[in-house]
């Protein structure tokens, strides 16, 4: 969800493996969700973005999955390449006031 | 376009001195946010502004730290009397009206020494 100071938690997969990051949010209320990857010394990018209208988006690769009713959504990257490895961010809509706020992110490192 | 920008990239400072961050966002967008990213960790809000409203400031740490942001457009981080435990990067991200997608510039690295 929203917290922050954490240590990342990692995810390490082999190349070519599918790779799911999971992200809980603690707001009800939050109605849109974007995950963004932050590669080194980078500021974080969009990768792909959800309403809560939805429950499934499809991408080039990656697919987003939302469950709203234990407040949980996941980002899943068919044939993980070493491109991907990057630290995974979800980030949920709070309020209608152009405010997101961040969880503590996933560092995914892929193993050729 | 050009993105979202920050000055210095670097920053490397004595504890106890002042510190300003620049931030400029994209043309016409109306939010602006800055974070702070401690190594290996996540991000950690500290400020948010949007139009003309009052900027959200409920994530700055201390009354060390402040932020202005001129005509609506470039923001300023200032941090009084840094502390060592200040050193991380600093991230600045934009937004447009309406749309949820912050947009990154590439932070500035402050180390206090």
């Known amino acids: 969800g929203e917290s922050v100071g954490l240590h990342l938690p990692t995810l390490s997969v082999q190349e070519g493996d599918n790779s799911i990051i999971n992200c809980a949010y603690s707001?009800?209320?939050?109605?849109?969700f974007i995950w963004y990857k932050q590669e080194s010394g980078k500021g974080p990018q969009f990768i792909i973005d959800i309403r809560s209208n939805m429950d499934k988006r499809q991408g080039q690769r990656v697919t987003v999955l939302l469950n709203k009713t234990v407040k949980h959504l996941s980002l899943q990257i068919a044939a993980t390449q070493p491109g991907d490895s990057a630290v995974y961010f979800c980030a949920g809509a709070v309020g209608g006031n152009n405010d997101m706020r961040f969880g503590a992110g996933t560092r995914l490192t892929v193993k050729p | 376009g050009a993105g979202v920008s920050q000055s210095p990239s670097n920053k490397v400072t004595e504890k106890g001195k002042d510190v300003e961050l620049r931030c400029d966002p994209i043309s016409g967008h109306t939010a602006l946010y800055w974070y702070r990213q401690s190594l290996g960790q996540g991000l950690e809000f500290l400020i948010y502004?949007?139009?003309?409203?009052?900027?959200?400031k409920s994530g700055l740490p201390s009354d060390r730290f402040s932020a202005e942001r001129t005509g609506g457009s470039v923001s300023t981080l200032t941090i009084q009397r840094t502390q060592q435990e200040d050193s991380a990067v600093y991230l600045c991200?934009?937004?447009?009206?309406?749309?949820?997608?912050?947009?990154f510039g590439p932070g500035t690295r402050l180390t206090v020494t």
């Open positions: 502004f949007q139009g003309n409203s009052a900027p959200d």
């Open positions: 991200a934009s937004s447009s009206i309406g749309v949820y997608e912050q947009y």
């Open positions: 707001n009800s209320a939050s109605d849109y």
